[in-house]
């Protein structure tokens, strides 16, 4: 079984900037998406950011602009660049990695912004 273990959040002001890492204890070589979700409290999880084993990557409309995905396969990390940072970016963020049947979650990691 895979296991990810997310780190690098942590509390920043607004408009500050944190980077988000998360090991896998396998190879990512074969997986073909791995995905950053956020969840704040008495709110619903919602996607953040997607990466292909091809590196196409998509946003959500609230972060475009300001985080970049990105993946490291001899690493086997996937990482989330957040800049500009913003206090409803506040949340739990969790990685994901999906490929054939299998999905894994991280533990996630809590990001909080202040105003």
Not at 51 to 63: K, L, R
Not at 85 to 103: F, G, R
Request: proline residues 2%; charged residues 15%.
């Amino acid at each position: 079984q895979v296991q990810l273990v997310e780190s690098g959040g942590g509390l920043v002001q607004a408009g500050g900037s944190l980077r988000l890492s998360c090991a896998a204890s396998g190879s990512i070589f074969s997986i073909n998406l791995m995905s950053w979700y956020r969840q704040a409290p008495g709110k619903q999880r919602e996607l953040v950011a997607r990466i292909t084993s091809s590196a196409s990557t998509n946003y959500a409309d609230s972060v475009k602009g300001r985080f970049t995905i990105s993946r490291d396969n001899a690493r086997n990390t996937l990482y989330l660049q957040m800049n500009s940072l913003k206090p409803e970016d506040t949340a739990v963020y969790y990685c994901n990695i999906a490929w054939l049947e299998n999905t894994v979650w991280g533990q996630g990691t809590q990001v909080t912004v202040s105003s």
